[in-house]
């Protein structure tokens, strides 16, 4: 029973403690072979890696499924054809030694139970060494991606497993490819080949890829062989807050505060948060060492006074130095147009080496205003799409822009700006969707929060008013993040009732934070929560999953759905479980 060599592949890493695989192959990896006597079931009895007993028949088969290849002749009577290997997961700790077959180069035998005896597959093991790219974003090579490690990974383990190079393959990057086929399905497709210090050159005339959901396809140079992964792109990105001071700012909304007062503090936080949660990585080469330094921070604060407009944004600084909103006094009218075109324009100012149009950067804006456009020129009802771009104007000068209004029912032009913020890709909320809590602060700190996940690749998982609510994390997240609307105690967590140790904790502005690393998967309780604070929770794109049900009438057939993603990729060949009840 002769057979093809298979080539299977994971991205992984080893910071010299332990070796991690972060994704595997999407697609599976087809074995052709020729039999006789017929080949009726395909059982794993143990795998050996590069000649060594190393792995069980259970952990073998926890780890590798074999099934016949549906496009081949009837399985139950196979002597020619094919079957599919697929690698199911490496998240265990036996699996140490085999990941190194991985990172280093090498091969494992199968050992296969047919109808025709003992028989061995060998399949070639190959890793990625290496999981997130980010943009130059401009300069002199906006659009090569370079390597970004993970903390404790050194700078040489990139590029492929053993003595391969880069030269051995060919890359492509699409959204996402047909897993049969390996065509790119519809959208960018860019060839991007690696050089030996990790980097991708995308191609300089075509449209960056999406931030972060991305997918490449490897091909072997010589045997043809194809293995298509998940990867993570960053987009380097650059954020302005844009405050409204004018007078009506200046109103209290409760003792020793002023909507003013409230919005700095969410607003100074809202930077902190943005660096925070940016994933913490190594870059090699490029203009900055840290994936944080790739995107900046700058605050904005507007009003009308004595017939001018007055407009202050401050520098970009990098994002993990987390600027803060300055001290200031409320006064005047709102020129909420000339702003947003004021700050549209800063982006690409020239200010400094960063500050131009540049399609491999983006662009993000956030709006925070309590009242009616009122002053200036252009008004808000006039801008156009020169003065403000969207991305669909011009990918080189374009801005994503969000609104946060801080009013009540009536204060604020809704119409406008929610139309306004659709037409560049951005997210429109409101305090006074809520008339009795409009001018709470904490109902201000969680809009804020609820746009993170619209400018960086990160998920809201949970938010609830009572922090005795279990907060669910899957395995394969690379972070979670707690954040309470009250500052207080230094918060803490629990994980099916035990303490949860380490982590960076946090309190100011008006809110507390845990962040922890890798954390275990289980349901976790947020401790030392101050007392009326509400509890969000965020982790990273690493894994997510949501589900539902379609709403029908009685009676009538429903509809169940359900989605997972690893990587920012869609994940396919799961398998999902469902629990009905009646009722």
């Known amino acids: 029973m002769p057979f093809d060599t298979a080539q299977l592949f994971v991205v992984a890493h080893d910071d010299g403690a332990t070796k991690q695989a972060r994704s595997t192959q999407l697609n599976l990896a087809q074995v052709s072979f020729t039999a006789d006597p017929a080949i009726l079931a395909w059982t794993i009895n143990g795998v050996s890696l590069n000649g060594g007993p190393v792995l069980s028949a259970a952990v073998a088969n926890a780890l590798f499924s074999v099934t016949p290849d549906p496009a081949a002749p009837d399985p139950t009577d196979v002597k020619n054809g094919s079957v599919n290997v697929k690698l199911l997961g490496l998240n ?13 180069g090498g091969s494992a ?138 007078g009506s700012m200046g109103a209290s909304v409760g003792p020793g505060s002023s909507k003013w007062s409230v919005a700095s503090d969410v607003g100074s936080l809202f930077s902190l948060l943005f660096g925070t949660m940016i994933p913490t990585r190594n870059v090699v080469g490029g203009t900055a060492a840290t994936l944080a330094a790739y995107n900046r921070t700058a605050i904005g604060r507007f009003h009308w006074a004595g017939g001018a407009e007055v407009v202050s944004i401050g520098a970009f600084a990098s994002a993990g130095t987390s600027p803060s909103v300055p001290a200031d006094v409320p006064g005047g009218g709102t020129p909420i147009g000339m702003a947003l075109e004021d700050a549209a324009a800063k982006f690409v100012d020239g200010a400094d080496a960063l500050s131009v149009a540049a399609k491999w950067r983006r662009r993000q804006l956030v709006l925070l205003t ?105 395995p394969g997240v690379d972070r979670l993040m707690l954040v309470a609307t009250l500052p207080g105690a230094v918060l803490g967590a629990t994980v099916g009732g035990s303490v949860v140790g380490g982590g960076t904790t946090g309190s100011g502005n008006g809110y507390s934070w845990l962040i922890l690393e890798n954390p275990v998967a289980g349901d976790y309780l947020a401790t030392s929560v101050p007392a009326g604070a509400q509890v969000h929770a965020f982790v990273d794109l690493s894994l997510r999953s949501h589900f539902g049900a379609d709403a029908t009438g009685v009676g009538q057939e429903m509809r169940l759905w359900a989605t997972l993603n690893y990587n920012g990729a869609p994940v396919r060949g799961a398998d999902v479980t469902v629990v009905q009840r009646s009722p």
């Open 370 to 474: 309590d009242g009616m456009d009122n002053s200036g020129s252009p008004r808000l009802h006039e801008l156009t799409a020169t003065q403000v771009p969207a991305l669909s104007d011009d990918l080189t000068t374009g801005v994503v822009l969000h609104n946060i209004s801080y009013a009540r029912t009536g204060d604020i032009q809704v119409a406008a700006l929610s139309t306004l913020v659709a037409g560049h890709n951005g997210s429109f909320d409101s305090t006074e969707t809520n008339p009795a809590l409009a001018l709470a602060p904490e109902v201000l700190r969680a809009a804020f929060l609820s746009l993170l996940s619209d400018i960086l690749p990160v998920e809201k998982v949970a938010s609830s008013g009572a922090p005795a609510t279990p907060i669910p994390v899957e």
């Open 109 to 246: 035998v199968l050992g296969i139970n047919s109808d025709g005896g003992t028989k061995n597959l060998t399949v070639r093991l190959r890793a990625l060494k290496t999981t997130d790219f980010v943009f130059d974003g401009s300069g002199a090579t906006p659009n090569v991606a370079r390597h970004a490690h993970r903390v404790g990974v050194t700078g040489n383990n990139i590029g492929f497993a053993g003595a391969e190079t880069a030269a051995n393959y060919t890359v492509l990057i699409a959204q996402a490819f047909n897993l049969a086929t390996h065509a790119p399905l519809a959208g960018y497709q860019i060839a991007a080949p690696m050089t030996a210090a990790g980097a991708l050159t995308l191609d300089a005339a075509g449209t960056p890829p999406a931030q972060v959901d991305n997918q490449l396809r490897i091909t072997h140079t010589a045997t043809g062989k194809v293995s298509i992964l998940p990867a993570n792109i960053f987009v380097p990105t650059d954020l302005i807050v844009l405050m409204d001071r004018s």
């Open 92 to 104: 265990n700790a036996e699996l140490v030694a085999f990941l190194d077959g991985f990172i280093n």
